[in-house]
Structures are given as structure tokens and as C-alpha cells.
């Protein structure tokens, strides 16, 4: 079992983290992603949701058995910053007509995308105008999990009657990370370098835990001895578990830790956690 992520040295840390990485324009993400990978010298490493070669800013890679945490960005939200440019003048009911498009959208996934192209819905949780100058608008733009921005900015063009379409963007947070401590790839090959001669100090502030991205999900603590029974592919049982979130629903993703705070499973709450027997927490990937 793994111990306390506060505790861990460089080399598990490299094995079980995550790196809040501030993408650069021109690659891709899973360009980036190799980057990062051959750097920290691990043999996996997995981003948190696509971004185009042009496209800045937030994306986390996982590195090592955290790999295994991917599916965690597909529950919680996205933030961008994102450039419309429109094609014709801004018209007087810009904000107006941009504020309604807050909510649920039908979208169908552009011709190059990797996913289906069936009509799907996606919510836009935020939608705000930041600034307006000559022909362009400064969005904000809060939404869920596989959200096409560029397809919103071509819907907010035809709904302005200008036409318009997606200029720079910039992703500011993929939940529960954001840009308020985004590491560059230099950043992150500093601190390895730092690392290797015996200062880990920078290493720790450019990598951080894995456990970093599940802070978004529900919490249930389990006994060590159940965690011991979760790595072998027990299911959580009812005895093993010392507390857990109030108010989780049934089916809900949760994340499981020993009381030191290490990461043990992922999971779906199935039973009652106070039950004195039964099944509580189906898992969906064990991380110990």
C-alpha cells in the first residue's frame, strides 16, 4: 500500500502524480503528453481531456499507475477563455443573446474529432461577455465535459446574425485544477534536474500527488485492513468503512483512501454506509 502522499519521495511521487501542466501553443496534447512522459522518465502517462495544437492552458497529465484516474475528468466541469470573432459589427443585444445560450446544448461533434458524430447534449454552466472591442468579444465559459467551444462560438455567430467564429483559447480549469498554478514544461524539467541532485523541494511543487485530482469527488475512508482487501479486487464492505461524505447519492463516483490519506479505489456507492453489513462501494478501478 502506498503511504501518505505528504510522505512520498520523488520516485513515487513520479509514479502515482499528476503535473497541472500549462500547455504551449503548436503541439498536441498527446504530443505534450510524450514530452512529460520521457522527461519524468515513467513508462505511462495519460492527459485530462484533449486540447487542439493551438489552443493554451490547463491540462493535468497523470503520470505513472495514476493513469488509472483518468475517467475522473469526465465528472467534473471545464473553464475557457476563448476570442469570438464575429463578422460583421457587434450587434446592440450581444450579452442578451450570448446569455442564452447558458444551459442545456445540442451539439454534434466536428468532422475531425476521435468520438462519434451523433447529436449529443452538453450544459453550458456560465456564459459571460468579459469585454467587447471593435469585432471581437472576451468570453468566459464554464461548462461541461466534452463541450465544443468552437462549434458554441459558430452557433453564437448564427444566433448573432453576423456570423463569427472561435479565435485564441485558453482553457482555465479542468476540475479541480486551474490556472492558479500551472507548471511549464520547463518548470517541470528544472525541477527533475534539481531532483536528480538531491533538492526535491521544486519537484514537489511541480508534481503533486495523485490524490490532487480527485479532490472534486466525494470522500469515504476505509480501514486499513479493508484497503488491503480493496488490492486484491474486494469490493468495500460495510464494517471496513470510518466515514464518508454526507449527502453522496447511490451511483455516485467516490473515491476511497486509508486514513493517512492514500488513494485506494474508485468506486460506486451502492449500499448504506452505516449498514453493520453489505456491500457499500462497487469498484470501478483499484489504485493501491
Not at 18 to 33: E, Y
Request: aromatic residues 4%; proline residues 6%; glycine residues 10%.
Amino acid at each position: 500500500m502506498r503511504g501518505s502522499p505528504g510522505a512520498r519521495d520523488a520516485t513515487e511521487l513520479l509514479e502515482f502524480g499528476v503535473v497541472n501542466l500549462d500547455k504551449p501553443p503548436g503541439p498536441s496534447a498527446h504530443q505534450v503528453t510524450g514530452w512529460v512522459r520521457d522527461l519524468a522518465g515513467v513508462e505511462r502517462a495519460a492527459h485530462a481531456g484533449t486540447l487542439d495544437p493551438k489552443v493554451t492552458g490547463c491540462l493535468p497529465v497523470l503520470l505513472g499507475d495514476a493513469t488509472r484516474l483518468a475517467q475522473v475528468f469526465l465528472e467534473g466541469s471545464k473553464e475557457y477563455v476563448a476570442v469570438l470573432e464575429l463578422h460583421g459589427r457587434p450587434p446592440a443585444d450581444l450579452e442578451t443573446v450570448v446569455a442564452e445560450f447558458e444551459g442545456d446544448l445540442y451539439q454534434k461533434p466536428p468532422r475531425k474529432s476521435a468520438v462519434s458524430r451523433r447529436l449529443r447534449t452538453r450544459e453550458v454552466f456560465d456564459l459571460d461577455v468579459l469585454e467587447v472591442e471593435d469585432r471581437k468579444a472576451l468570453l468566459r465559459i464554464r461548462c461541461e465535459s466534452g463541450t465544443y467551444v468552437r462549434k458554441l462560438c459558430h452557433d453564437l455567430g448564427l444566433a448573432l446574425g453576423t456570423g463569427g467564429h472561435m479565435g485564441h483559447l485558453r482553457r482555465t480549469a479542468t476540475e479541480p485544477f486551474d490556472d492558479g498554478d500551472l507548471v511549464t514544461l520547463q518548470d517541470l524539467a528544472d525541477a527533475l534536474a534539481f531532483a536528480a541532485e538531491g533538492d526535491e523541494a521544486p519537484l514537489r511543487r511541480a508534481v503533486a500527488p495523485a490524490e490532487r485530482s480527485l479532490d472534486h469527488l466525494p470522500r469515504l475512508v476505509i480501514k486499513e485492513s479493508a484497503a488491503e482487501q480493496v488490492a486484491h479486487g474486494a469490493p468495500v464492505y460495510a464494517p471496513g468503512v470510518v466515514e464518508v461524505d454526507a449527502g453522496v447519492e447511490r451511483g455516485r463516483l467516490l473515491a476511497c483512501y486509508t486514513p493517512d490519506g492514500a488513494a485506494v479505489c474508485l468506486g460506486r456507492l451502492v449500499g448504506d454506509p452505516d449498514a453493520e453489513a453489505g456491500e457499500v462501494v462497487a469498484l470501478e478501478r483499484v489504485l493501491a
